[in-house]
């Protein structure tokens, strides 16, 4: 099983609400990321987390929060956002062990900031 | 500094054609790791193959094939007898051992394949 699930699939929020995009997996992967990507342009990597530490912040506003509750679950805290901060938000997993870390991605989160 | 560069930005053609999509990467690295993904109209990236620097041989999986070529720093992508379900953007990847978990995207390539 190489899935990677994430909700919700759509999200609308305004410039001053609070929402959360949630990642799972069961693959047993202790690595998992969030990229956000614009339109017709590749995936930008935000933030790596490592046996559930922050390893990666790819200096991220602080307006994106992550969390990582344990091995298998990921959150992004999403607060004050700016209509730039629309995007396709993907969630992806990978081993930590060996030297193969291809990622799994889930099918991503469309987010719009109004 | 790495780099993955996919020189076409968009290709159509005609199903049952073949079409390959070309892949050129620069990293001082001398062990690395390339990666092709899929991303249909849903948003999910695919993963299809991965390859590391020390393993030259080509890969046939179906009607997709990959040609990796290190004197000359690509990794093509074909797709034989083309279908419409191929239509998607597809992304060379490259990372390195020393940052495995950083992935460098390619800007991808469209492919729309037409009945």
């Known amino acids: 099983d190489t899935e990677v699930t994430q909700t919700p699939k759509h999200l609308v929020m305004g410039m001053t609400n609070k929402k959360s995009l949630k990642c799972e997996q069961h693959m047993g992967h202790r690595a998992m990321y969030w990229y956000k990507q614009k339109a017709k342009k590749p995936p930008e990597l935000m933030f790596v987390?490592?046996?559930?530490?922050?390893?990666i912040n790819e200096s991220v506003p602080s307006r994106f929060s992550p969390e990582c509750p344990n091995s298998s679950l990921l959150n992004l805290h999403l607060h004050a956002l700016q209509p730039e901060d629309s995007a396709l938000y993907l969630c992806?997993?990978?081993?930590?062990?060996?030297?193969?870390?291809?990622?799994?991605f889930g099918p991503g989160t469309r987010l719009t900031v109004t | 500094a790495q780099k993955v560069t996919q020189a076409q930005t968009e290709i159509s053609v005609v199903e049952k054609e073949d079409v390959t999509l070309d892949c050129v990467y620069e990293t001082r690295d001398t062990t690395y790791y390339l990666f092709w993904y899929k991303q249909p109209p849903s948003g999910e990236l695919v993963f299809l193959i991965r390859?590391?620097?020390?393993?030259?041989q080509n890969e046939i999986s179906g009607r997709y094939s990959w040609n990796f070529q290190k004197s000359t720093s690509s990794f093509n992508f074909t797709i034989t007898a083309s279908q419409v379900v191929d239509s998607a953007v597809y992304f060379c990847?490259?990372?390195?051992?020393?940052?495995?978990?950083?992935?460098?995207f390619g800007q991808g390539t469209r492919l729309t394949i037409n009945p």
């Open positions: 990847a490259l990372s390195t051992i020393q940052g495995a978990q950083k992935l460098v």
């Open positions: 390859r590391n620097s020390f393993d030259e």
């Open positions: 992806a997993s990978s081993s930590t062990s060996g030297s193969w870390y291809e990622q799994y």
């Open positions: 987390y490592s046996y559930e530490k922050l390893s």
